[in-house]
């Protein structure tokens, strides 16, 4: 229980150069060799020894794949890792994107429907009201074609 207590709060493990190179089964001269090409940047300690973290050792792992067993050389792995991270990012803001498409599509939905809600009642209550025209600052005035007698409390119930 304890080391997974420990692994939870190291979610940042790095090794050391040759314990990487035992890991995915190349020299260490390989991997720096990926280093000064750009393919992998480790980071380093404070006396300037290289430490991989996981992500830079899953990276090795795709170099690997993409020259042993795709045989692509490594310039060509280059663009590869280039060009699969652009479309990562690309996915990214795809994403990112959708979302805030649908979270607009959704606040015009919600205010399309109050608009909808709001003419509905306003028809409700018009159709419910004193036979009577409202003219902005004017009198109120019947409306053509009502009697006064329309306007009895036993014509006016609606229930």
């Known amino acids: 229980m304890k ?3 420990k692994r939870k709060q190291e979610p940042h493990q790095y090794f050391s150069i040759s314990v990487v190179a035992k890991m995915v ?8 060799l990926y280093e000064r090409l750009g393919l992998v940047t480790p980071k380093r300690t404070e006396h300037g020894k290289r430490i991989y973290s996981l992500k830079d050792v899953e990276r090795i792992k795709r170099v690997q794949d993409l020259t042993r067993g795709m045989g692509v050389n490594l310039a ?17 803001e795809l994403e990112r994107l959708r979302k805030r498409f649908w979270q607009e599509a959704q606040r015009q939905a919600e205010i399309l429907a109050s608009r909808l809600v709001a003419q509905q009642w306003e028809e409700y209550i018009r159709q419910r009201t004193f036979p009577v025209q409202l003219v902005r600052g004017g009198p109120i005035v019947p409306l053509e074609g009502t009697r006064r007698r329309d306007w009895s409390a036993e014509n006016l ?3």
Do not use: M, P
């Open 76 to 92: 060509g792995v280059e663009v590869a890792l280039r060009l699969s991270e652009r479309v990562q990012k690309l996915e990214e």
């Open 157 to 159: 119930s609606h229930d």
């Open 3 to 5: 080391q997974t207590a």
């Open 25 to 32: 089964g190349v020299h260490a001269q390989t991997l720096r």
